[in-house]
């Protein structure tokens, strides 16, 4: 919750008992632990006196009490009615005396009927092994026949734009939701819900899997889950190159499925974009052990912004309470996030919007003027896709920022 969220909980007087929710932990780094609630997917780093704390209040003890035994147990004061209080508004509370307080409800799961015991195959440690050998089968024949790597053109096979961006679009989707899903099962075999949703990045229109939960599962299921639909666009692009071997140069399946082959590999490019939290992105994370790498990054960089205009701020900033390694990972992050997200406005002002209006306005000049059906017929194709997507984007960011506002509303309503 937000610290405007926090404003709204009651603080506990002294002699208070309060009555927790069901939440998970895993011990982290040294003197720290991930606890959270899987069915809200709410989780945080805590250190071990807070982890005690919640053994404590579990266990019945009053908020005094508990701060008591905390100050005798380490010799530092705990303030234990503070903690409560974040507690709650992280959800974690369920009754404050007797005040119960609101619950904001379990997400939605996308297909609640597969179960972990449907897909436990997908964390086996074979199956990067699998991966791997497919992968290393296609670079082998790559490298003896190097004439079977696509280039651009094949994927423009039609003289119709409209049959090449309706297609593409189909298969560049279809391709998308596999592998969406392929984090989705590898979230659910760990035990995590999962939900696929659309969802926006700077100008990119994304589909994007929330597997919040994960945190609590082994570094290897973690990263397995990230790496989860990196690995099936790999292993789609290395059948599909075997499979190209097989068949005669210049026949209809040799065009197919070079076109093919490049929309499995042009979705990895985005995924170095790290500044718009891809896949990567998480990965880096875990690796680097920091808890918010893009919101600590983009708190670090906006210090240094106010830093940088006269009579600006001249603090340590966000970033000087992280431990060193972190600080570290942060601190570069935040030149990459920066530099990353302007050069990608850059574009979109440079480049993609004024290819997409100058297409745009070509199919509706076609389509006023006429000139036949087949010119019509693709020009109200090209509005179609491409006008249909860019207004899928403003709804979906939209939706998502109106979202957000709800889900606050809702919790001040229910914590009054």
Same mark, same amino acid.
């Given at each position: ?25 895993? /011990? +982290? ?5 991930? %606890?959270?609630?899987? &069915?809200?997917?709410? !989780? *945080? #780093?805590?250190? $071990? =006196? ?25 010799? /530092? +004061? ?5 903690? %409560?209080?974040?507690? &709650?508004?992280?959800? !974690? *509370? #369920?009754?404050? $005396? =007797? ?33 791997? %050998?497919?992968?290393? &089968? ?8 190097? =004439? ?239 006008g249909g997507i860019n207004v899928l984007w403003a709804v979906t960011w939209w939706r ?17």
């Amino acid at each position: 919750m937000t610290e405007a969220l926090r404003d709204e909980v009651p603080v506990p007087p002294p002699g208070t008992r309060v009555r927790l929710r069901d939440l998970a932990l895993r /011990e +982290d780094r040294e003197g720290e632990w991930i %606890v959270g609630r899987m &069915a809200t997917r709410t !989780f *945080v #780093a805590m250190p $071990g =006196e807070g982890v005690r704390a919640l053994a404590l209040l579990r266990a019945g003890t009053p908020v005094d009490e508990a701060a008591r035994i905390l100050r005798e147990e380490t010799g /530092e +004061d705990f303030d234990v009615a503070d903690f %409560v209080t974040d507690l &709650a508004a992280l959800g !974690f *509370v #369920a009754r404050v $005396g =007797e005040r119960e307080l609101p619950d904001a409800g379990a997400p939605r799961a996308s297909l609640p009927w597969l179960r972990p015991a449907h897909v436990r195959l997908a964390l086996h440690p074979a199956l990067p092994v699998l991966v791997g %050998v497919l992968l290393a &089968a296609a670079l082998v024949v790559l490298v003896r026949r190097p =004439e079977l790597l696509p280039g651009y053109r094949d994927l423009l096979w039609s003289p119709h734009g409209s049959v090449v961006l309706l297609t593409g679009a189909a298969a560049g989707w279809a391709l998308l939701f596999a592998h969406e899903l392929a984090h989705l099962v590898t979230a659910r075999a760990a035990g995590v819900p999962g939900h696929v949703r659309l969802g926006t990045r700077l100008q990119f229109l994304v589909m994007q899997t929330d597997i919040s939960g994960i945190e609590l599962a082994p570094r290897r299921h973690r990263l397995t889950a990230y790496l989860a639909g990196i690995a099936l666009n790999l292993s789609c692009a290395s059948a599909l190159l075997l499979a190209r071997a097989t068949t005669a140069p210049g026949t209809a399946p040799h065009r197919f499925l070079a076109a093919a082959l490049l929309i499995a590999l042009l979705p990895l490019p985005f995924q170095l974009m790290v500044f718009t939290r891809t896949d990567v992105y998480f990965v880096l994370q875990d690796l680097t052990g920091c808890r918010n790498l893009y919101g600590d990054g983009l708190a670090h960089a906006r210090h240094v912004l106010r830093r940088l205009r006269p009579g600006g701020d001249r603090g340590p900033g966000p970033s000087a309470r992280l431990p060193a390694r972190e600080r570290r990972a942060v601190r570069v992050y935040s030149v990459v996030l920066v530099l990353g997200t302007a050069l990608c406005l850059c574009f979109l002002a440079a480049v993609t919007l004024p290819a997409d209006l100058t297409l745009l306005a070509h199919a509706a000049r076609d389509l006023v003027r006429g000139g036949g059906a087949a010119r019509i017929a693709d020009a109200a194709l090209v509005l179609t896709v491409l006008g249909g997507i860019n207004v899928l984007w403003a709804v979906t960011w939209w939706r998502g920022r109106r979202a957000r506002r709800r889900d606050r509303e809702r919790w001040r309503e229910g914590a009054r």
